[in-house]
């Protein structure tokens, strides 16, 4: 049986008053994707916050392996194994994929370091299998700036597991893709889950349906509920104040 990697426990995040999460309890096993969902408000950008270090808990506690996040610093997380996908891609325009990647490999590098310093044999190696697996080998000596919009949402994957993370959090990477687009984003998530543990924020159903295997809902900071997509998508609560019609009636 996997082991958790991730736990949380009555966690409580206050803003003047406000609780954007309020006594939530996740619990995720290696090796597992999980999507989560739930309405604008519902705490899902927080509880990824929360998570990296970038928000600290009121109350409660997130273990990652066993340890408490409360006490490390964003870039500790990060090198304890935790990475983080922003809905916004956040890669170096000016450089080609190839050299964003390599920038990714090795951490200890700076921008210039990389461009000026060639790759050794190793990071040349995983650079070429990163390349395959977000498809962009055709493409990987042009400037990322020249990527499609989806392209660039591969390529910021790709430097995430460059970074060899135990954990990544992807946040709604669907967001402004076509529907080709968005197939292939899925495809690249299923088997990257195959090696990796995989946390999903995302409001497309379509792509939710494609990808997920247990689903979590949040709503005003709390868990709703837990499940398969079927299970999720049938459950009273979160036709209410989520999806506003039966599976049946959706158009």
Request: aromatic letters at 4%; proline letters at 4%.
């Amino acid at each position: 049986m996997s082991a958790r990697i991730l736990e949380i426990e009555n966690l409580t995040v206050s803003f003047d008053g406000f609780n954007a999460l309020n006594q939530l309890n996740f619990n995720m096993e290696a090796g597992e994707l999980r999507v989560v969902i739930g309405p604008n408000g519902a705490g899902k950008t927080t509880f990824l916050d929360v998570i990296t270090g970038q928000v600290k808990p009121t109350a409660g506690r997130v273990l990652f392996k066993g340890k408490n996040l409360r006490s490390y610093s964003e870039h500790q997380i990060a090198r304890l194994g935790i990475g983080r996908k922003f809905q916004t891609p956040r890669v170096y325009l000016n450089l080609t994929p190839r050299e964003n990647l390599e920038l990714s490999v090795n951490r200890q590098k700076n921008v210039f370091a990389t461009l000026l310093k060639k790759p050794t044999s190793g990071e040349r190696k995983t650079v070429r299998s990163l390349l395959e697996t977000i498809g962009l080998v055709a493409k990987s000596d042009i400037k990322a700036g020249l990527l499609s919009h989806g392209e660039k949402q591969w390529l910021e994957i790709g430097m995430l597991v460059a970074q060899s993370p135990d954990l990544l959090l992807v946040d709604e990477p669907v967001a402004g893709l076509t529907d080709e687009e968005t197939r292939i984003t899925g495809e690249l998530l299923l088997s990257l889950a195959e090696s990796h543990s995989i946390i999903v924020i995302e409001h497309d159903m379509e792509f939710v349906r494609q990808i997920a295997r247990k689903v979590t809902v949040l709503h005003e900071g709390s868990l709703l509920c837990e499940g398969t997509i079927e299970e999720v998508q049938n459950d009273p609560r979160v036709i209410e104040v989520y999806l506003g019609t039966a599976p049946e009636d959706a158009a």
